[in-house]
DNA sequence: ATGCCTAAGCCCCTTAGA
């Protein structure tokens, strides 16, 4: 089964994007994140016309996450990360969708970018992986089959940015950023794209400024994390890198990962 | 030190992104 995930920077202005890339990639499960937009106006039926099914956690201008399965819509389990009454921003959904048979549960998150570092912005970013871990720590308990997957705004390491010296100070790849991040490796969950490229220089991202996409400056920020249950089944897992060229691209590509 | 681009709402400038 393929699972995947994609940053779209606004379902609106990318609908026909989104579009063509579920008709060629064809994913089972694919997780959105940056809807832009409020629950009433999140296009339902043209995925359902794709034959995808969803649910979804909108806002009215940015953030919002979704998850699409292919046939009925997936089972919603959690739509917000616990922790915090007070945070309003749509970043975490949690559903459970079959696939040939088997139930595999999925959350699509939208990790805070937290620049500019250090304020009250990177704050939130670092408690909102502190209040991530503790649940991610819980569906771990759970020992079933599950992938975390979105855009978690952290480097993880050197070799996942074209430049160092050039992100050094940026909220993405601060220590703090990176601990919380291999806190939650540690914890049990495989980073499934970096445990296939150990050697880095793979990018999920690319800045649409300065000509980011064609010199190749980019970085990995989009990840896919897979609970040991769903690891021991993964056999494959790449970026969807060309549609970071096509016409009226997202700044993110698709991320995937093909499970047994 | 800043803008480089893009999307969307507060809608022709500002906010947010990364």
């Known amino acids: 089964?393929?699972?995947?995930?994609?940053?779209?920077?606004?379902?609106?202005?990318?609908?026909?994007?989104?579009?063509?890339?579920?008709?060629?990639?064809?994913?089972?499960?694919?997780?959105?994140?940056?809807?832009?937009?409020?629950?009433?106006?999140?296009?339902?039926?043209?995925?359902?016309?794709?034959?995808?099914?969803?649910?979804?956690?909108?806002?009215?201008?940015?953030?919002?996450?979704?998850?699409?399965?292919?046939?009925?819509?997936?089972?919603?389990?959690?739509?917000?990360?616990?922790?915090?009454?007070?945070?309003?921003?749509?970043?975490?959904?949690?559903?459970?969708?079959?696939?040939?048979?088997?139930?595999?549960?999925v959350a699509s998150i939208y990790l805070p970018n937290g620049n500019p570092q250090p304020g009250p912005k990177f704050d939130y970013k670092i408690a909102w992986l502190e209040r991530l871990r503790a649940r991610l720590g819980e569906l771990l308990e759970t020992e079933q089959p599950t992938v975390v997957v979105g855009d978690f705004n952290v480097i993880p390491e050197d070799k996942d940015t074209f430049s160092v010296r050039a992100m050094a100070n940026d909220a993405l790849m601060q220590p703090a950023s990176r601990d919380a991040y291999a806190r939650i490796l540690h914890d049990g969950w495989t980073d499934a794209i970096d445990t296939l490229n150990p050697q880095g220089g793979v990018w999920t991202f690319w800045d649409y400024q300065a000509g980011a996409w064609?010199?190749?400056?980019?970085?990995?920020?989009?990840?896919?994390?897979?609970?040991?249950?769903?690891?021991?089944?993964?056999i494959s897992a790449g970026v969807d890198k060309e549609y970071r060229g096509r016409e009226k691209a997202s700044d993110h590509a698709p991320v995937w990962v093909e499970l047994a």
């Open 1 to 105: 089964m393929k699972i995947a995930t994609f940053n779209v920077n606004g379902i609106t202005s990318r609908l026909p994007r989104v579009l063509e890339w579920l008709a060629e990639s064809k994913p089972d499960v694919a997780c959105l994140q940056e809807l832009k937009t409020s629950d009433a106006t999140f296009p339902e039926a043209a995925f359902r016309d794709a034959g995808y099914g969803a649910v979804w956690h909108g806002q009215k201008g940015f953030n919002g996450v979704a998850v699409l399965a292919r046939g009925d819509a997936p089972a919603e389990l959690r739509r917000g990360l616990p922790g915090d009454p007070d945070d309003t921003h749509s970043r975490y959904l949690e559903a459970r969708a079959p696939v040939a048979g088997r139930d595999i549960t």
């Open 214 to 234: 064609q010199r190749d400056h980019g970085f990995r920020i989009d990840h896919l994390l897979l609970s040991p249950q769903a690891a021991d089944r993964m």
